[in-house]
Antibody, heavy 118, light 108 residues
Framework: QVQLVESGGGAVQPGKSLRLSCVVS????????MHWVRQAPGKGLEWVAV????????YYGESVKGRFTISRDESKNTSYLEMKNVRPEDTGVYYC???????????WGQGTPVTVSS | SYVLTQPPSVSVAPGQTARMTCRGN??????VHWYQQRPGQAPVLVVF???DRPSVIPDRFAGSNSGNTATLTISRVEVGDEADYYC???????????FGGGTKLTVL
């Protein structure tokens, strides 16, 4: 069955970097787009980034443009979110999710928490 | 950028019908998707492409989209339906996913 498992979250100081991973099983990451979505404590969902199935087209939310990078390793069936120059407002739970037909997010991981604080 | 507006909360008694709206400019021209998020859990897709349901979602969940408003309707509401519900669209103008602010469904 389809599974997505995030890891790499934790506590980090402002201005530092962090890399999140999302290991998937039950499908080939090379033929699906993958999204990252975050949720600040007590807040709603905020879309972060997508890497389309072609592995080349990448798009980002305004608040992370220029600081975050989405990528994938097909050999490891893993999606990554590289977070640089993090800010306190980047604090939250980060979810990876599979894209279906460039249309909706049909499977989600359980999330990994990130806390940015000095 | 495209904005989706949802009411913060909706309350309904068990067995009744809950309707949650999602407003956006000419939203009928977009495909709207809905996600359920129970406390402490990851979001789950409940309706996609305005009104289709994943096979695991009961037919009590239905969606519609017309004009400037999309609606998620839950019939015969159960206590287990209590959750936050988010609408979502793809904004092709900015190449970004847009989520509504979410509606908290309370089952009285």
């Amino acid at each position: 069955q389809v599974q997505l498992v995030e890891s790499g979250g934790g506590a980090v100081q402002p201005g530092k970097s962090l890399r999140l991973s999302c290991v998937v099983s039950g499908f080939d990451i090379g033929i699906y787009g993958m999204h990252w979505v975050r949720q600040a404590p007590g807040k709603g969902l905020e879309w972060v980034a997508v890497l389309w199935y072609d592995g080349r087209s990448k798009y980002y939310g305004e608040s992370v443009k220029g600081r975050f990078t989405i990528s994938r390793d097909e050999s490891k069936n893993t999606s990554y979110l590289e977070m640089k120059n993090v800010r306190p407002e980047d604090t939250g739970v980060y979810y990876c999710a599979r894209d279906q037909d460039g249309d909706y997010l049909d499977y989600w991981g359980q999330g990994t928490p990130v806390t940015v604080s000095s | 950028s495209y904005v989706l507006t949802q009411p913060p909360s909706v309350s309904v008694a068990p067995g009744q019908t809950a309707r949650m709206t999602c407003r956006g400019n000419k939203i009928e021209s977009k495909s709207v998707h809905w996600y359920q998020q129970r406390p402490g859990q990851a979001p789950v897709l409940v309706v996609f492409d305005d009104g289709d349901r994943p096979s695991v979602i009961p037919d009590r969940f239905a969606g519609s989209n017309s004009g400037n408003t999309a609606t998620l309707t839950i019939s015969r509401v159960e206590v287990g339906d209590e959750a936050d519900y988010y609408c979502e669209v793809w904004d092709a103008t900015t190449d970004q996913v847009v989520f509504g602010g979410g509606t908290k469904l309370t089952v009285l």
